[in-house]
């Protein structure tokens, strides 16, 4: 069955510090890649996602993310977080033009 | 421009009841997805409806159904209520049933049951 894993449940880090939180997922066939977020009191919105071409993508708010095929992974980065990244990060894929499967989710807290 | 709405926001059932929750995309967008997200989980994929048929399903029995309307808009319907079901419902409008469609979420349905 299609899974989602995002190891880091609970991330603490200080302004101007590098993220990078992980997501891998199952094997499945074709896969379309999604970073959701989701700021405190807000709804889930679209941070950036990749389907095909430079498997660097950029999105909103200065993040980055990297598709590596090999290792079924699709991490999430940012080189300086600000204390208005605190938030709760979600890795989505989509297999087959099919279902979606969202990670458990990722709580980032960034101390000023 | 409206995005995603839903009704009502809290619920409260008791187990074996019957519930309704009501999703209202996106202005111009014809494809709604139903998630639970239960308690430090993510959203877990109920269906999709697209051109008012159910088009994907995940992992739920058929105590979940769903319908959607000409209008675009759809509802979620739980029957026989068991405690497992209380979750954040949350509904997801997109322009399309394909996979590459960014999603637009509502704020959800909280769901109790007791």
């Known amino acids: 069955a299609q899974s989602v894993s995002q190891h880091n449940h609970h991330v603490i880090l200080s302004e101007a510090a590098s993220l990078e939180l992980g997501c891998n997922y199952s094997?499945?066939?074709?896969?379309?890649l999604f970073w959701y977020v989701q700021y405190p009191g807000q709804h889930l919105q679209l941070l950036l996602k990749?389907?095909?071409?430079?498997?660097l993508v950029k999105g909103i708010k200065g993040f980055e993310a990297e598709f590596i095929k090999s290792k079924f992974s699709f991490n999430l980065r940012k080189p300086s977080v600000q204390w208005s990244d605190t938030a709760e990060y979600f890795c989505?894929?989509?297999?087959?033009?099919?279902?979606?499967?969202f990670g458990s989710g990722t709580k980032l807290n960034v101390k000023p | 421009d409206a995005g995603v709405t839903q009704s009502p926001t809290h619920l409260i059932k008791t187990r074996g009841q019957q519930v309704t929750l009501r999703c209202s995309p996106k202005?111009?967008?014809?494809?709604v997805s139903w998630y639970q997200q239960a308690l430090g989980q993510g959203p877990q994929f109920i269906f999709q409806?697209?051109?008012?048929?159910?088009?994907q399903r995940g992992n739920f029995p058929d105590r979940f159904s769903g319908h959607q309307f000409p209008n675009y808009s759809s509802e979620l319907n739980v029957n026989a209520l068991l405690l497992g079901d209380s979750a954040l419902y949350l509904c997801?409008?997109?322009?399309?049933?394909?996979?590459?469609?960014?999603?637009?979420f509502g704020p959800g349905t909280r769901l109790t049951v007791l």
């Open positions: 990749y389907f095909s071409g430079d498997p």
């Open positions: 989505a894929v989509n297999y087959n033009f099919n279902k979606f499967y």
């Open positions: 997801a409008s997109s322009l399309g049933a394909g996979g590459t469609d960014t999603q637009y």
């Open positions: 094997y499945g066939g074709t896969v379309n």
């Open positions: 202005s111009g967008h014809d494809t």
């Open positions: 409806y697209y051109e008012e048929e159910e088009r």
